[in-house]
């Protein structure tokens, strides 16, 4: 199964906050999970993401991505 790749509005709207914050937060300062670059686009996967609120929405450049866990499409 293909990736879900989410834009910069999408994923505000999943973590609740301005789409301002997430290019300062995320892509800025790098507390957000890192995005995937796709020519000019920049998308962010949304099973790390999950993965990312999962663990309590660390801040990535102290603590690290969280392990991902299996999903119910099996295992990695």
Not at 29 to 58: H, N, Q, T, Y
Request: charged share 30%; proline share 5%; glycine share 12%.
């Amino acid at each position: 199964m293909a990736k879900k790749l989410l834009n910069a509005k999408q994923v505000a709207g999943k973590l609740n906050i301005s789409v301002r914050s997430v290019w300062r937060r995320g892509v800025d300062m790098g507390e957000l999970p890192p995005p995937v670059r796709i020519g000019s686009s920049v998308r962010w996967d949304e099973e790390l993401l999950d993965a990312w609120i999962e663990g309590g929405c660390k801040d990535v450049r102290k603590y690290g991505m969280p392990a991902m866990t299996a999903t119910k499409g099996g295992t990695r």
